[in-house]
């Protein structure tokens, strides 16, 4: 079946260094991929998304890369703040209608 | 707007008691979604409703569990009789169009003793 999955469970970097998670999918059909950031005690909350027409979408501080080739997509964060602490996930569809499928995580720590 | 409302927020009891979380979705989205995650299996999806009706239940992990949506502002998910693995949080999320973003609420922690 469909799978999506983080490469790493857990990343350590620098405040004011930049943050690149990465995720990979199985799905080469998949259209879509959403990132979402889920920090302590909340649940997780949408941060970007990108289709698989584009290779490259940007938000405020965000950066999403899709490289369909390998099937593999990142995210970027620029400039890591405190703030940016929290467990990130990709999601991407399943095949079925509506359902979407939840990578492990990746838990970013920012180091003072 | 006030976002996926779930209660309660916090949720302790006894094995073999009936445990029933509640979720208001956002207002005018169609699609709802319940949500268990844990440390071992991470997020899965139970079950999820469009318009109201059931449509893919194949994550519910046996009859203990059921979900219901009577109206397009409310939904339940019932676990009876309620079992110590059950212990988790339990996240509903709802969306518009269904298949794509999906936004959360903050969760029931479920702690059964």
């Known amino acids: 079946g469909e799978s999506v999955g983080l490469h790493l469970p857990t990343l350590s970097v620098q405040e004011g260094d930049n943050s690149i998670i990465n995720c990979a999918y199985s799905n080469s059909a998949s259209d879509y991929f959403i990132w979402y950031k889920q920090e302590s005690g909340k649940g997780p909350q949408f941060i970007i998304d990108?289709?698989?027409?584009?290779d490259k979408r940007q938000g405020q501080r965000v950066t999403v890369l899709l490289n369909k080739t390998v099937k593999h997509l990142s995210l970027q964060i620029a400039a890591t703040q405190p703030g940016d602490s929290a467990v990130y996930f990709c999601a991407g569809p399943s095949g079925s209608a509506s359902k979407i499928i939840f990578g492990s995580g990746t838990r970013l720590s920012i180091r003072p | 707007d006030a976002g996926v409302i779930q209660s309660p927020r916090h949720e302790v009891t006894e094995m073999g008691q009936e445990v029933t979380l509640r979720c208001k979705p956002i207002s005018g989205h169609n699609s709802l979604f319940w949500y268990r995650q844990t440390m071992m299996r991470g997020l899965e999806l139970l079950i999820y409703f469009n318009n109201n009706v059931p449509i893919d239940d194949s994550g519910m992990p046996e009859d203990r569990f059921s979900a219901k949506m009577p109206n397009a502002s409310f939904s339940t998910l019932k676990i009876q009789p309620s079992e110590p693995r059950d212990s988790a949080v339990y996240f509903c999320?709802?969306?518009?169009?269904?298949?794509?973003?999906?936004?959360f609420g903050p969760g029931t922690r479920l702690l059964v003793l």
């Open positions: 990108i289709r698989s027409n584009m």
């Open positions: 999320a709802s969306s518009l169009t269904g298949g794509e973003t999906q936004y």
